[in-house]
């Protein structure tokens, strides 16, 4: 059964009795349920288990709950079949395919997309973040990268501030894939873990150290994959991974198996 949403599909707050809620918790996969919720948008479309999406409702609604949830993405029009074999450059091309995803782009974004970041390289991602909470969440953008203060001076940074259900969150966003093989179905498990710990590890310190007008409930930790293999093994690591680690963030992976724009941004080669 599908459910199709034209409005963010969080738009009120959750109930849920006890025993429902182990019953999600148990939930593994995200082609397993035969509910599913599928929210669009003129540029792309988001499918989720009604499942994973409770999980996430029930971390928002709880300031010391982490969670991990997982969804796909893909675009609402047949993207051009990207190459550089015309002559145009590997930028110009990754350029084409974000310019397809992003034609209806959201003030936010617009705002994501228009200021400097303090990594680089990570434009796309970052917008494409924003516009993927935006239309699933309901997120509001509070603040940019360079927006956001933090003390002391040289602290680990986060992304983006956004407000949901009138509660404000930071948003920390990262990629999950094979630098040398996008198409990579397998990743190194030592690699996930490092990646995982090292990107939650930062958000607990930003999160400690944003000034306090600023300072946000929790965080939500955004971790683009290329494939649904990659999302499992990820989740799969997170589990085992220790309390303090995960703290209470919530993780959301979202899985772009047509998408090369957010993995490839800098690039050299397709």
């Given amino acids: 059964m599908f459910v199709f949403l034209e409005a963010p599909?969080?738009?009120?707050?959750?109930?849920?009795?006890?025993?429902?809620?182990?019953?999600?918790?148990?939930?593994?996969?995200?082609?397993?349920?035969?509910?599913?919720?599928?929210?669009?948008?003129?540029?792309?479309?988001?499918?989720?288990?009604?499942?994973?999406?409770?999980?996430?409702?029930?971390?928002?609604?709880?300031?010391?709950?982490?969670?991990?949830?997982?969804?796909?993405?893909?675009?609402?029009?047949?993207?051009?079949?990207?190459?550089?074999?015309?002559?145009?450059?590997?930028d110009n091309v990754l350029w084409e395919e974000f310019n397809q995803l992003t034609e209806h782009l959201s003030e936010g974004g617009e705002r994501i997309l228009n200021e400097p970041?303090?990594?680089?390289?990570?434009?796309?991602?970052?917008?494409?973040?924003?516009?993927?909470?935006?239309?699933?969440?309901?997120?509001?953008?509070?603040?940019?990268?360079?927006?956001?203060?933090?003390?002391?001076?040289g602290s680990k940074k986060t992304?983006?501030?956004?407000?949901?259900?009138?509660?404000?969150?930071?948003?920390?966003?990262?990629?999950?894939?094979?630098?040398?093989?996008?198409?990579?179905?397998?990743?190194?498990?030592?690699?996930i873990k490092f990646l995982l710990e090292k990107k939650l590890s930062g958000v607990q310190l930003s999160s400690e150290n944003i000034v306090k007008k600023q300072r946000w409930e929790k965080q939500i930790l955004h971790i683009w994959v290329p494939n649904e293999n990659v999302a499992n093994q990820t989740r799969s690591v997170y589990r085992k991974m220790k309390s303090r680690c995960k703290a209470n963030t919530i993780v959301i992976i979202t899985v772009a198996s047509e998408t090369q724009c957010v993995f490839l941004e800098g690039s050299n080669t397709l």
């Avoid at 999406?53 to 997982?70: D, G, H, M, R, S």
């Avoid at 983006?160 to 990579?184: E, H, P, Q, W």
Wanted: aromatic share 8%.
């Fill in 9 to 90: 599909i969080t738009t009120a707050p959750l109930t849920c009795e006890k025993k429902e809620r182990k019953r999600i918790g148990k939930s593994t996969n995200t082609s397993s349920s035969s509910s599913k919720i599928l929210s669009y948008t003129e540029d792309f479309n988001l499918l989720m288990n009604a499942e994973e999406l409770i999980k996430i409702q029930l971390a928002l609604e709880n300031n010391f709950k982490p969670t991990i949830a997982v969804h796909s993405f893909s675009s609402t029009k047949k993207l051009q079949k990207l190459n550089n074999n015309s002559g145009a450059t590997v």
């Fill in 117 to 153: 970041n303090a990594g680089g390289g990570s434009t796309f991602s970052e917008v494409l973040s924003f516009e993927v909470l935006h239309k699933l969440l309901g997120a509001e953008l509070l603040c940019t990268e360079m927006e956001l203060i933090y003390y002391p001076i």
């Fill in 159 to 191: 992304d983006y501030s956004v407000k949901i259900n009138g509660k404000k969150y930071g948003v920390s966003v990262t990629r999950c894939f094979d630098y040398m093989n996008l198409k990579a179905e397998k990743l190194s498990e030592k690699y």
